[in-house]
């Protein structure tokens, strides 16, 4: 199984400590941070640990932080899928937070070029996720579950270096909406996207999220483009999806607020590459002291990134998937000491070190998912990233004939398994 280095050696984040930048835009505020005062790679989450552990340690650092004379620190990063993985979160040395109209000119020049690419490779390949879909399908006839998310990896290598400023730079000229970020990891590698997705942010004492879930890619012309969206808006299965995101997240911040407004239909919302059903949820903490870093953890993973039952799906995931996620489907942002703060979902997003990329994209599949549509939706999503390298990934070919027989085979496979216990997992 791929896995994603999650931790790091002292002298990696002694490298890391002086020439560390991070950066997190939205339409509510924008932060650029410096230097590292302090990693925090303590795992959200542990077996045997209460989770208020882990936001004690993060308050311990902050207060650390202000003994040193930073005068207002914030806690910057990201962490993982699994919370239960160490989590790359920073003190910063020195932070500025400005506006999208006031960003710095570095920000605003955009490169014309970026380092070719010399290969670009799947995990899983297009035949393996079809068969994984195919696989979670049949495990919603036989148990409880009723969503899971199953994602893959693009893997692109380039002939030079690239420049993680650069990219940026024109990641964010494509991509002028959502949550933007560009985040050094306690492992030297850079975590750079522009999600549309946002899990939640905590300011003048009331909280916001705004799940998607069912998505459309779009199209070149206005009159398909108008098309594709409100066919979206009206899909029986994308609502489908949606409602299970809802309802869970609904259920999990009423225990958490003493107000919640959720509308009773999903709106649209379009990046440059897709549309999105769309919810936009507003509360009141009934504790008015959690931070918006602790609130966002109770959330965390959501349907959106999971599936529904959370658990179940989980574990589908880890049976199914053949790398771990790390970082990605994480969530991404930064909270101050006060609590404050905005954490987006990590997604359209890639892993960038020297002259290596990985991209992340995954897709929601509900007993009405189509595999071959499920490809082609995260074949869409990767676009975002894909875009901004500057690179044009040519439509996967008809199957052959092996790869036919194969699915046939799996397809049939499916077809015999035998009814389960409601609670368990079949792969």
Same mark, same amino acid.
């Given at each position: 199984?791929?896995?994603?280095?999650?931790?790091?050696?002292? !002298?990696? $984040?002694? =490298?890391?400590?002086?020439?560390?930048?991070?950066?997190?835009?939205?339409?509510?505020?924008?932060?650029?941070?410096?230097?590292?005062?302090?990693?925090?790679?303590?795992?959200?989450? /542990?077996? +045997?640990?209460?989770?208020?552990?882990?936001?004690?340690?993060?308050?311990?650092?902050?207060?650390?932080?202000?003994?040193?004379?930073?005068?207002?620190?914030?806690?910057?990063?990201?962490?993982?899928? !699994?919370?239960?993985?160490?989590? &790359?979160?920073?003190?910063?040395?020195?932070?500025?937070?400005?506006?999208?109209?006031?960003?710095?000119? =570095?920000?605003?020049?955009?490169?014309?070029?970026?380092?070719?690419?010399?290969?670009?490779? %799947?995990?899983?390949?297009?035949?393996?996720?079809?068969?994984?879909?195919?696989?979670?399908?049949?495990?919603?006839?036989? %148990? !409880?579950?009723?969503?899971?998310?199953?994602?893959?990896?693009?893997?692109?290598?380039?002939?030079?270096?690239?420049?993680?400023?650069?990219?940026?730079?024109?990641?964010?000229?494509?991509?002028?909406?959502?949550?933007?970020?560009?985040?050094?990891?306690?492992?030297?590698?850079?975590?750079?996207?522009?999600?549309?997705?946002?899990?939640?942010?905590?300011?003048? +004492?009331?909280?916001?999220?705004?799940?998607?879930?069912? %998505?459309?890619?779009?199209? /070149?012309?206005?009159?398909?483009?108008?098309?594709?969206?409100?066919?979206?808006?009206?899909?029986?299965?994308?609502?489908?999806?949606?409602?299970?995101?809802?309802?869970?997240?609904?259920?999990?911040?009423?225990?958490?607020?003493?107000?919640?407004?959720?509308?009773?239909?999903?709106?649209?919302?379009?990046?440059? %590459?897709?549309?999105?059903?769309?919810?936009?949820?507003?509360?009141?903490?009934?504790?008015?002291?959690?931070?918006?870093?602790?609130?966002?953890?109770?959330?965390?993973?959501?349907? /959106?990134?999971?599936?529904?039952?959370?658990?179940?799906?989980?574990?589908?995931?880890?049976?199914?998937?053949?790398?771990?996620?790390?970082?990605?489907? +994480?969530?991404?942002?930064?909270? !101050?000491?006060?609590?404050? +703060?905005?954490?987006?979902?990590?997604? $359209?997003?890639?892993?960038? $070190?020297?002259?290596?990329?990985?991209?992340?994209?995954?897709?929601?599949?509900?007993?009405?998912?189509?595999?071959?549509?499920?490809?082609?939706?995260?074949? /869409?999503?990767?676009?975002?990233?894909?875009?901004?390298?500057?690179?044009?990934?040519?439509?996967?070919?008809?199957? &052959?004939?092996?790869?036919?027989?194969?699915?046939?085979?799996?397809?049939?496979?499916?077809?015999?398994?035998?009814?389960?216990?409601?609670?368990?997992?079949?792969?």
């Amino acid at each position: 199984m791929l896995a994603f280095p999650s931790g790091a050696r002292k !002298d990696e $984040r002694d =490298a890391n400590t002086e020439s560390a930048v991070f950066q997190f835009m939205s339409a509510h505020r924008c932060v650029r941070a410096t230097g590292v005062a302090e990693w925090i790679t303590m795992p959200a989450r /542990a077996e +045997g640990r209460e989770p208020a552990q882990f936001q004690a340690h993060v308050q311990a650092a902050l207060e650390r932080a202000r003994s040193n004379g930073i005068a207002h620190p914030i806690v910057i990063g990201a962490l993982p899928f !699994d919370l239960k993985q160490p989590v &790359s979160l920073a003190i910063p040395q020195s932070y500025e937070f400005f506006t999208r109209e006031d960003q710095p000119a =570095a920000v605003q020049s955009v490169p014309t070029a970026l380092p070719q690419a010399t290969y670009a490779r %799947s995990v899983p390949e297009e035949i393996r996720f079809r068969q994984g879909v195919q696989q979670a399908i049949a495990n919603f006839h036989f %148990s !409880d579950i009723r969503k899971v998310v199953l994602s893959r990896l693009l893997e692109v290598g380039l002939a030079e270096n690239i420049d993680p400023a650069q990219l940026f730079a024109r990641l964010l000229a494509q991509n002028p909406g959502g949550y933007q970020f560009r985040m050094r990891t306690a492992n030297g590698a850079e975590l750079i996207g522009a999600s549309p997705e946002l899990l939640l942010r905590k300011h003048a +004492g009331r909280i916001y999220s705004n799940p998607l879930a069912g %998505s459309a890619r779009r199209q /070149a012309t206005p009159a398909l483009d108008q098309q594709v969206s409100q066919d979206l808006l009206h899909s029986d299965k994308d609502l489908y999806e949606h409602s299970l995101v809802i309802e869970d997240l609904q259920r999990v911040m009423q225990t958490l607020c003493s107000e919640l407004t959720v509308p009773a239909t999903p709106s649209l919302i379009s990046t440059a %590459s897709m549309w999105h059903l769309s919810t936009a949820i507003e509360g009141i903490p009934a504790d008015p002291a959690m931070s918006v870093l602790e609130l966002a953890c109770q959330l965390h993973p959501t349907p /959106a990134l999971c599936g529904y039952p959370t658990q179940l799906a989980r574990k589908l995931i880890s049976l199914v998937e053949p790398f771990e996620r790390g970082l990605f489907g +994480g969530m991404v942002g930064w909270c !101050d000491a006060e609590g404050e +703060g905005e954490w987006a979902v990590s997604i $359209r997003c890639g892993l960038v $070190r020297e002259k290596q990329i990985q991209l992340f994209a995954g897709a929601g599949i509900v007993a009405a998912s189509c595999p071959e549509s499920e490809w082609a939706e995260t074949q /869409a999503k990767l676009q975002t990233m894909l875009n901004a390298l500057g690179i044009e990934i040519q439509p996967t070919e008809k199957q &052959s004939t092996a790869q036919q027989q194969t699915q046939q085979q799996t397809q049939q496979q499916t077809q015999q398994l035998q009814p389960q216990a409601a609670d368990e997992v079949l792969v």
